[in-house]
C-alpha cells in the first residue's frame, strides 16, 4: 500500500500542481494527505486515474490502517473486559 502522499511524491508533483490538476485547493491536499479516511469519492476517483492506482493499491495508506488497527484493539479491549466481568 502507498499512501496518498508517496504517490504525489513518486510521481515528482508538489501539493499545488496536484490541487491545480484536480481542480482543488493545495490545502484539501494537505488535508487528504494528513488523514485520507475520510476522502470525497469525487477527489478519490481523480487520484485512482491521475496515478493509474487501483482503490486497494491506497486504500488508504498508514493512516487508514493504523485507525483500523487502533479500533480492533479497542474492541478487543472492551470485549475482554466486559467478558471478565460477566464471569
Known amino acids: 500500500m502507498r499512501t496518498l502522499k508517496e504517490l504525489r511524491i513518486a510521481n515528482g508533483l508538489t501539493q499545488i500542481e496536484l490541487a491545480q490538476l484536480f481542480k482543488v485547493s493545495s490545502r484539501t491536499i494537505q488535508n487528504m494527505e494528513k488523514d485520507s479516511s475520510n476522502i470525497k ?6 487520484y485512482l486515474a491521475a496515478f493509474q492506482v487501483s482503490y486497494d493499491d491506497i486504500f488508504l495508506g498508514n493512516e487508514y490502517e493504523n485507525f483500523v488497527l487502533r479500533e480492533k484493539k ?3 479491549i472492551i470485549i475482554n473486559y466486559k467478558d471478565k466481568q460477566e464471569c
Not at 469519492?41 to 481523480?46: E, N
Open 41 to 46: 469519492d469525487s477527489l478519490l476517483s481523480k
Open 74 to 76: 479497542k474492541n478487543s
